[in-house]
């Protein structure tokens, strides 16, 4: 194939940290609360505003808790699993690596012996139906290193006993989620808003906070992991009073972020984005007889970490490890010509690519990217 004439302009694709948001600059951050307290009355003031704002977007209901959390979306999770689980038997569901992670530190960390793991293999999910919400239920909605997400919450009971814990963070601000489904939800500012890392968003319904309050796990908890003083909710978390130092430029850029997305329209405009991105993927995908989805069913295939298998006879024949390579000559080669970086798939998951298109990334820019993924199978030589 002809090299492609038409180059993106923006050429981010990582899963994460994702493309900043278009129009991002430096400039834009001048109003950081650089070199002050995060416990001054500016500083409060900033994580405040991050934390309502952030309320007010997602349509939170009103009782619920938001707090800003050290460790990204990994330490946020922790966080949850580490005071809250023990209480009563738990299902988890596993279908790629960060979810599989947690049924890891569950089973083999935490020790509970009343644990039931519910596997698939990546591209799949498991059977939804086995899942007893009179038990935790620890779940992804969104699999970033698989690109399959749960299709709706109608599979989790109202009237529930127990608590769900979902790690959301490639699906917040671009999937909708039925909120008073989810006790626990937790993502970071690096995924749909192209934020920084390192800062864990944790959100809680009432009833995670009555477990809190209620309920003592019976092994010791750092620092980082204590949402509670003397039987109470740390209600200082929920305002703005963060257990430890955050960046106060991370803050601006996600208020910035934050910014960037009311003005376009809010969360539907958010997702409408990453929906158009997903369009524009799956249009190409129709047409290509060398490559395929991932998620085999259209319901469960992410609009963003949109996750792509090879499927070509001639790369099927190789061995696994001629595969890998192959897949890696691909990513390569879009970075040889510097129009796109970062496609490769996550390690553990199967040889293929994987394509951010969140909110921030723009569609036209998809568009023009999928006549060099076809330039670059053909620098395979598999693709004659």
Not at 37 to 49: C, N
Not at 131 to 159: E, H, K, Q
Not at 173 to 195: E, I, R
Not at 306 to 330: G, H, M, N, W
Request: aromatic share 10%; with cysteine.
């Amino acid at each position: 194939m002809s090299t492609p004439t038409t180059r993106p302009s923006r050429t981010f694709y990582s899963s994460g940290p994702c493309a900043k948001r278009p129009g991002w600059s430096l400039d834009q951050l001048s109003d950081a609360a650089l070199g002050r307290s995060h416990r001054s009355k500016l500083g409060k003031a900033k994580l405040a505003a991050a934390i309502d704002t952030t309320k007010a977007m997602l349509g939170l209901p009103d009782d619920y808790r938001v707090g800003i959390v050290p460790g990204s979306d990994t330490g946020a999770f922790e966080m949850a699993m580490w005071s809250l689980l023990g209480a009563r038997g738990v299902d988890v569901l596993a279908w790629e690596s960060f979810s599989k992670g947690w049924a890891t530190d569950i089973t083999k960390f935490l020790k509970l012996e009343d644990a039931r793991v519910f596997e698939a293999p990546y591209g799949e999910l498991p059977d939804l139906t086995q899942v007893d919400c009179d038990r935790d239920v620890v779940f992804a909605w969104n699999g970033t290193t698989s690109g399959v997400r749960v299709p709706d919450g109608d599979w989790i009971a109202d009237d529930r006993a127990g608590l769900t814990l979902c790690d959301a963070t490639s699906a917040v601000f671009a999937q909708s989620l039925p909120w008073t489904k989810l006790d626990v939800v937790t993502y970071s500012w690096q995924k749909v808003l192209g934020g920084e890392a390192a800062h864990g968003m944790l959100i809680l319904s009432p009833r995670a906070v009555e477990r809190l309050e209620s309920y003592t796990p019976p092994w010791p908890l750092p620092k980082v992991f204590r949402l509670t003083k003397g039987g109470k909710l740390s209600e200082g978390i929920f305002k703005g009073s963060t257990i430890n130092t955050p960046s106060m430029l991370c803050v601006e850029d996600y208020l910035d972020a934050l910014a960037w997305a009311e003005s376009l329209g809010g969360l539907d405009a958010l997702h409408g984005r990453a929906d158009a991105n997903l369009a524009a993927v799956q249009e190409w995908v129709e047409r290509t007889d060398w490559v395929d989805f991932l998620a085999a069913d259209p319901a469960t295939r992410s609009n963003t970490s949109v996750c792509l298998q090879i499927v070509a006879p001639a790369f099927l024949a190789l061995s696994a490890e001629d595969r890998a390579a192959t897949a890696k000559k691909i990513v390569a080669a879009l970075d040889g010509e510097g129009v796109a970086y970062d496609l490769g798939s996550y390690r553990d998951a199967p040889p293929g690519l994987r394509i951010w298109c969140g909110a921030t990334v723009e569609t036209e820019d998809l568009k023009a990217l999928m006549p060099w993924l076809d330039w670059a199978w053909g620098q395979t030589g598999l693709g004659g």
